[in-house]
């Protein structure tokens, strides 16, 4: 369990509406960095750990997202915070909008309001000197992998939603026509095509992004449940087993787990799992039907 105060990946995602896939992308990419990450190292990450102030961060990028900031300029005012004011130790809760209706974002820094991305007020260091060539391709390359997230975001607001589903989709196959290595994208656009009950398809989709990112938690537990339904129980549970080693404090996978190993016949394995299932959610859904199988003999 967290320490007292702190937080797990799903309560993050209850608290929010943001759901794990996505928290987990923000984080993935270094625009949500936990505190205890920062305070105490990747350990923190390991057991689940995030702090108020996490939370925060996160209202603070929907905040700017309903005010129509992009992402891009939000990823991009907090990676310019961290590289020159790193003292500012809370970059994502430090910035607002200039106005009401402004897309503008500001901070406010040792009493005056600042651009974090340099912009009129803050003076940065010239750029290294690099070819016409070279700087083109980087920006080229730069102004794709932001595009793709534009895109990638857009799906996120659309998939969850059946009369959106389509446009979901143009929207996750736009951010791999940019960047086709987009794991996350992979996995989103198969769940998708899972929910509209074409599984050939997401079935691919879950298999390349595990390609790209063989420990890719979401595309596991995903490609697992279709081989699951298939009968194909011993090749699930190695990839819910996959999915459990990158993030042990993920109550609902360690239910498919169980459920799996019940129906193979280990039900001593299966209840290892009920057990910690009821140690991570002691008020989840599936409280009630973890405590009947621990009864049973």
């Not at 897309?103 to 803050?122: K, T, W």
């Not at 938690?217 to 129980?233: H, K, P, V």
């Not at 990839?239 to 129906?263: G, Q, R, T």
């Amino acid at each position: 369990m967290c320490a007292v105060g702190t937080y797990t990946l799903g309560d993050v995602a209850r608290i929010t509406g943001v759901s794990r896939a996505r928290l987990r992308y923000w984080e993935r990419t270094a625009l949500l960095e936990p505190a205890a990450v920062r305070a105490a190292g990747s350990s923190a990450r390991e057991n689940g750990e995030f702090e108020f102030r996490d939370l925060v961060a996160v209202r603070s990028v929907l905040s700017l997202l309903d005010r129509g900031v992009s992402l891009r300029r939000i990823r991009r005012s907090v990676n310019a915070l961290r590289e020159r004011i790193p003292e500012v130790d809370r970059p994502l809760g430090s910035l607002r909008t200039w106005l009401d209706g402004s897309r503008r974002v500001v901070m406010r820094h040792e009493g005056v309001l600042v651009e974090p991305d340099g912009q009129l007020v803050l003076e940065f260091a010239p750029l290294p000197t690099r070819t016409p060539v070279a700087l083109a391709k980087a920006e080229k390359d730069a102004s794709l992998r932001d595009a793709a997230i534009e895109w990638f975001e857009q799906g996120c607001k659309l998939d969850s939603n059946r009369s959106t589903y389509a446009e979901a989709i143009e929207a996750y196959k736009r951010a791999l026509d940019c960047d086709p290595d987009f794991a996350d994208a992979h996995c989103n656009l198969g769940s998708v095509y899972f929910n509209q009950d074409r599984i050939a398809s997401s079935r691919i989709c879950f298999e390349r992004a595990l390609v790209i990112d063989p420990n890719h938690i979401e595309a596991n537990l995903n490609l697992a449940t279709l081989l699951e339904e298939e009968g194909r129980f011993q090749m699930a549970l190695r990839h819910y087993k996959v999915a459990i080693a990158a993030d042990p404090l993920y109550a609902d996978a360690h239910v498919s787990l169980a459920l799996v190993y019940e129906k193979i016949g280990l039900r001593r394995k299966a209840r290892g799992h009920w057990r910690r299932y009821l140690q991570l959610e002691p008020a989840g859904a599936w409280v009630e039907i973890a405590r009947q199988r621990l009864q049973q003999e």
